[in-house]
T-cell receptor
């Protein structure tokens, strides 16, 4: 059974810091891996999608890497801003287009 | 890009009543939609996979008679929470997509009193 773990569970940093959020999964047989952002009481916003054949994806200040063999992905946020404060969710694509989510990392960036 | 619209965003109902949540794909056809449930400070847990024109596939531990799913068209899936109880209070969210990405609705906060 696929299990997804995110570390740390919560993170509080001053504005401007570069951050690394970690995601690990137990079964390397994944179709893809996706990072989402969730604001309190809101739905999910897709940030980056990495296909199983890819190693990384970049969008603006965000960079996500994928190492299937070791069952790990990292989300790198450069020059963090207060507007980045949210919960970041990692999800792996399993069979039949299912997504299996980690518990998330709650990020707070203070001015 | 693909948009999934979910309604209502919030609903409060009395214990014992039923509540229907709608999930619509606005600019694309979705043969498959997914329903998730999220408890406070916890991750999303897949409840069921909604298939257009056929029965939904439920995850282990999810009562299919309590959480009725209907996917009557390529753009609409509904989740009905029947005979709701306070323990059903949660955040319910739908999604559509596949290997090229997933789009989520904005979620429904259900409170059963």
């Amino acid at each position: 059974k696929q299990e997804v773990t995110q570390i740390p569970a919560a993170l509080s940093v001053p504005e401007g810091e570069n951050l690394v959020l970690n995601c690990s999964f137990t079964d390397s047989a994944i179709y893809n891996l996706q990072w989402f952002r969730q604001d309190p009481g809101k739905g999910l916003t897709s940030l980056l999608l990495i296909q199983s054949s890819q190693r990384e994806q970049t969008s603006g200040r965000l960079n996500a890497s994928l190492d299937k063999s070791s069952g790990r992905s990292t989300l790198y946020i450069a020059a963090s801003q207060p507007g980045d404060s949210a919960t970041y969710l990692c999800a792996v694509g399993a069979g039949y287009n299912k997504l299996i989510f980690g518990a998330g990392t709650r990020l707070a960036v203070h001015p | 890009g693909a948009v999934v619209s979910q309604h209502p965003s919030r609903v409060i109902c009395k214990s014992g009543t039923s509540v229907k949540i709608e999930c619509r794909s606005l600019d694309f056809q979705a043969t498959t939609m997914f329903w998730y449930r999220q408890f406070p400070k916890q991750s999303l847990m897949l409840m069921a996979t909604s298939n257009e024109g056929s029965k939904a596939t439920y995850e282990q531990g999810v009562e299919k008679d309590k959480f009725l799913i209907n996917h009557a068209s390529l753009t609409l899936s509904t989740l009905t929470v029947t005979s709701a109880h306070p323990e059903d209070s949660s955040f319910y969210i739908c999604s559509a997509g596949g290997s090229y990405g997933y789009t989520f609705g904005s979620g429904t906060r259900l409170t059963v009193v």
